[in-house]
């Protein structure tokens, strides 16, 4: 029975079926499923399924995109629960489209496809300046820091913002990571991130192993 | 081979002389104001005037001393308008840059720096943020859903800054004998120039769905709401093939290539799965170049950034003849692979310098690397017309732009 009820929050993610995928949840919790559960082995597993969809070519943007708005769906109705019973994130990201640049599509993906991995996303939103990332930085002590840009022209507000977390003193305490197509590994070296990552599915990817990092050097 | 010779050698997949080249025959596949001001100031042509005709991405009309200087093959009917000095009014862009505008287009500027342009009513339809180059969509007419009828389409279509801002000959389509204008000048154009003739008609259909409901939102209704989207796409289509026949009828006869736009591709793949795409815009596709086939002596083009490797055979199908921008930096994009795999169906109008990371910021010897390598995978045999991939942005410094006629020119 339980079983059933897990396997309908992962098949209702899966499948993008937002306007279901809250009563799956819903009913999860009603059959005494605790949140937790839900979702780790719902919608977690569900978020990394479409991952390897999306790498293996069976999923393309617009499954993925479908999929991790049927999340968001169903995370309205796990996310009280979650704060109730003090479920521990995978980690804390300040996540948001630097300054000068206004597109934040492939950003909210980013977003999203943390939250399916259950990270705590601060999204600061688009046309961010490097003071509201120290800001938020300061704020909610974040493990990542995630940059955004679209454009060649708006991707050195990301070397201005990580220059103004060194000069804030917070650099040593987060990991930054960048991703948009203008930007590369090389890039990222470049300005002094400290990874890249090429779409969300690969953000998601890239956020674990910098969480690795972070666990490995502060043990 | 006089350069329109040469366009359509390529085209019909016969070597031409020496491989032709686009530089601005459409707005894709041109030169940013500020990219042309600083290259005709680098090679002391500074009486130059730069003239902004795709106002949305401030794209410049490279003008006829520009053509003969670099040897281009192909040349956009719209420039055939707005051809008076009074047409163009002297501005500077934020940067400092001094470009012409039409006299249509006011933008006005914000107090944070931002460039906004309001419609008739008010409307804010287009923003240009400080230290942008190009202006962003505000409206998204549908965000909030479907509407019971599309009979208001015409009307709402408008509001979306790409076709409200729209470049030449589109700005005056308007006119009351914009029709029997757009033929003369055509003509007049044919007559007094032997460069291949471009008609940029757009006629999107994915990518329409995305200005008037928003990317991310349309992104999810073509896996969720099909029928929606069908009934969209049909209206689309009514407005489309109106444009068609008459731009058939008007220059069908005398315009080389027509070209479409729809941008089916990401970086790391096409939007949608092919299964999706045949479903919903191949078999509209086809109605839209079945019509100019039928009707026009005009090969079909189709812009397309991102990955399309995926759904090639499926556009083959749907009847283009010619891909831009080949995106040679995304993924399965490889010139070797795309010309091996499809270059007996199609000409690759593009690919023949990344414009991402080398033409913009790589030396000028790795431009004539990467040009070289580019033009031996795709030239042989003809199908291939050189062109960047998409427009030669603000931060290509002449140097990179001269490097890459000088790689060119070793072809011709």
New interface residues.
Partial sequence: MQEELLDAVFDAVMDGDIPGAPATVQAALDGGLDAETILRDGMIAAMTRVGELYECGDYYVAEMFTSAKALQAALVVLRPMLQQSQVQATGTVVIGTVKGDMHDIGKNLVTMMLEGAGYAVHDLGADVHPSRFVAAVEEVHPDLVALSALLTTTMPSMQATVDALTTAGLRERVKVMIGGAPVNEEYAEHIGADGYAQDASQAVALANALMQVKAQRSA | MNARERVLAAINHQEPDGIPVDIGSTPSSGISAIAHYNLKHYIGRPDWPTQVYDVVQQIAQPGDEMLDRFGIDVIDIGRAFDDRPEDWYDITLPDGTPVQFPTWFKPSPQPDGAWDVFNENGVRVA?M?????FF?QTCFPFIDGYPDSYADLPQIMPLIHWAGLTHSPWDHAGDADFWEQLRARALALRASSDRALMIVVGCNLFEWGTFLRR??NF??D???EPAQVERLLDALMEQHLKTLEKVCAAVGDVADVCRFGDDLG????????PK?YRQLFKPRHKILTDYVKQNSTMHTFLHSCGSIY?LLPDLIEAGFEIVNPVQTIARDMEPVRLKAEFGRDLTFWGGGADT??TL?RGTPEAVKDDVRRNIEALSPGGGFVFNTVHNI???VPPENFMAMFEAIDEYR
Avoid at chain 2, 129 to 133: I, K
Avoid at chain 2, 266 to 273: H, I, K, N, V
Wanted: proline share 10%; hydrophobic share 35%.
């Fill in positions: 923003t943020p400080l230290g942008a180059t962003d990317l991310d992104l999810v073509i896996v969720t990401t970086d790391q793949g096409p939007f949608m799965s999706t995926k991402r990371f913009n942005l603000p931060d």
